[in-house]
T-cell receptor, first 115, second 115 residues
Framework: DTGVSQDPRHKITKRGQNVTFRCDPI?????LYWYRQTLGQGPEFLTY????????KSRLLSDRFSAERPKGSFSTLEIQRTEQGDSAMYLC?????????????FGPGTRLLVL | AQKITQTQPGMFVQEKEAVTLDCTYD???????LFWYKQPSSGEMIFLIY??????QNATEGRYSLNFQKARKSANLVISASQLGDSAMYFC????????????FGEGTQLTVNP
């Protein structure tokens, strides 16, 4: 039983560069979530998908951010023209749409540092 | 207004003793779910326990139990027989129906278990 995986685990980039993160959910999970966590804070919701449809986006998700889940399996989160304020842990989670407890299971996260 | 409040930035406990981590929440939705997650220094969010708003009994999962007091809007986590490996950040989170299925997290409590 494999859990949620994320790649890369760490990313260092220069301001202005584009970065892309990947998330592979638990195989039978049809809902996939992205959260952002800054130092000393709890995770904050960014967006979520049910299958390939993006159903909700937070106001935190500026125009520089885009997320996709083209085949309803893995998802990518792209940040264009990165800024130092984008430095954070990006967490992906998945769950079944109608599963018991509706529990979201998280991946190990991608730590982004923008220099 | 904060939806999830964790008033203890840090807690210390002796190994083998029990500890309670506080969580209060704010919602007008009659249907909601409450979760506790553990986040070690590695960064992964580990699901611990879930309590549904309509559940009649307090949830228990091994050494974890949730002291759910609906009228007070509190959902405290009790860890019995603390172990050194319990040292981590602990987050309380809530899922509300009007918000879809996003989780709203508190700011967390850093638990340190002393030998």
């Amino acid at each position: 039983d494999t859990g949620v995986s994320q790649d890369p685990r760490h990313k260092i980039t220069k301001r202005g560069q584009n970065v892309t993160f990947r998330c592979d959910p638990i195989s039978e999970h049809n809902r996939l979530y992205w959260y952002r966590q800054t130092l000393g804070q709890g995770p904050e919701f960014l967006t979520y998908f049910q299958n390939e449809a993006q159903l909700e986006k937070s106001r935190l998700l500026s125009d520089r951010f885009s997320a996709e889940r083209p085949k309803g399996s893995f998802s990518t989160l792209e940040i264009q023209r990165t800024e130092q304020g984008d430095s954070a842990m990006y967490l992906c989670a998945s769950r079944l749409a109608s599963g018991d407890k509706e529990t979201q299971y998280f991946g190990p996260g991608t730590r982004l540092l923008v220099l | 207004a904060q939806k999830i409040t964790q008033t203890q930035p840090g807690m210390f406990v002796q190994e083998k003793e029990a500890v309670t981590l506080d969580c209060t929440y704010d919602t007008s939705d009659p249907s909601y779910g409450l979760f506790w997650y553990k986040q070690p220094s590695s960064g992964e969010m580990i699901f611990l326990i879930y309590q549904g708003s309509y559940d009649q009994q307090n949830a228990t999962e091994g050494r974890y139990s949730l002291n759910f007091q609906k009228a007070r809007k509190s959902a405290n986590l009790v860890i019995s027989a603390s172990q050194l490996g319990d040292s981590a950040m602990y987050f309380c989170a809530m899922r509300e129906m009007p918000s879809g299925s996003r989780l709203t997290f508190g700011e967390g409590t850093q638990l340190t278990v002393n030998p």
